[in-house]
C-alpha cells in the first residue's frame, strides 16, 4: 500500500513518496516519512513490508555514510546504485531477503547530471527518465510519458508530478499524502506541493541563505574594533 514517483528534468530530479504507513485495510500513519537521504546529493524513496524497508534504508544509510568517512567524499549516483542492487540480489538469495522496492535519485556533481534508478526486490535495475513504484504505478506512468521531456525546467518537473500524483488520488480508491524533495547541485530540498509555487519559495529560501551566508563572511573578515583606551586615574585630594 505505497505510491512514490521520480522525475528527471535538465538539471535536477525529483523524488516523491506516499505517508502513509499500514497494513491490509488499516492505515496506523499518515505521517511517515518513506525518503531517507543517503548523502548530499543522494536520496531514495523506499516501499515493501514495512520492517523490511526501515532495516535496509538503514543499513544502505549507515554503509553510504561509513564509506563518506572512510574515503572523503561521497558515493556517486551510478556507483551507488551498483551496491544497492548487489545488496537485494544477495539478500534474495539467502535465507532473509528484503522485501523492498526502491526509486534512487541523485545528482553526479563532477558532469552535473541528474540520475534516476528503478530496483525492485529482486535486483532488477533500470535507468529511467521517470519511473513510479507502488500502486500510482499502475495509473501514472501514462501521464508522466505525456507530459515529460528532457530539457524541462522545475516548474515543468513539478508540473508534471503534480499531474501524477492528481492522477493517482482520482483512480485509486486509496487516498494518500505525499511528500516531495527536489535534488541538484546544491543539494537535496524539501518542495511544498501545497504551495503556489514550490520553486519559487526554494529560490528564495536559498537567496536568504546565501545572503546570510555572505553577511556573517563579511562580519569574520572584518578588523576588530579597537578597545577604547582607559582614562587616567584621578590623583587623590591631599
Known amino acids: ?89 544477495d539478500s534474495i538469495r539467502s535465507r532473509r531477503p528484503y522485501s523492498v522496492n526502491l526509486l534512487l535519485a541523485g545528482f553526479d556533481t563532477t558532469d552535473d547530471t541528474p540520475h534516476l534508478y528503478w530496483i525492485d526486490y529482486l535486483g532488477t535495475k533500470a535507468v529511467v527518465p521517470y519511473a513510479a513504484h507502488g500502486m500510482g504505478m499502475h495509473v501514472s506512468l501514462s501521464t508522466m510519458d505525456k507530459y515529460w521531456h528532457p530539457n524541462q525546467d522545475r516548474r515543468d518537473g513539478v508540473d508534471v508530478l503534480k499531474k501524477a500524483i492528481a492522477e493517482a488520488q482520482h483512480r485509486l480508491s486509496i487516498k494518500f499524502t505525499f511528500n516531495a524533495i527536489i535534488i541538484d547541485k546544491d543539494g537535496i530540498h524539501t518542495v511544498d506541493l501545497a ?44
Not at 488499516?26 to 514495512?50: C, R, T, V, W
Open 195 to 238: 504551495a503556489e509555487d514550490p520553486i519559487g519559495k526554494i529560490e528564495a529560501e536559498k537567496a536568504a541563505k546565501a545572503e546570510a551566508e555572505a553577511a556573517a563572511a563579511a562580519a569574520a573578515a572584518a578588523p576588530p574594533a579597537a578597545a577604547p583606551e582607559a582614562s587616567a586615574p584621578v590623583a587623590a585630594a591631599a
Open 1 to 89: 500500500m505505497e505510491c512514490s514517483f521520480g522525475i528527471t528534468g535538465k538539471d535536477y530530479v525529483l523524488l516523491a513518496s506516499d505517508m502513509s504507513a499500514g497494513r491490509s485495510i488499516l492505515q496506523f500513519k499518515s505521517d511517515e516519512n518513506k525518503i531517507k537521504e543517503l548523502g548530499p546529493h543522494l536520496a531514495m524513496a523506499y516501499g515493501g513490508e514495512p520492517g523490511d524497508t526501515n532495516n535496509f534504508a538503514d543499513y544502505i544509510e549507515r554503509n553510504m555514510r561509513l564509506y563518506h568517512i572512510r574515503h572523503h567524499h561521497a558515493l556517486l549516483p551510478h556507483a551507488a546504485s551498483s551496491w544497492i542492487r548487489r545488496s537485494l540480489a
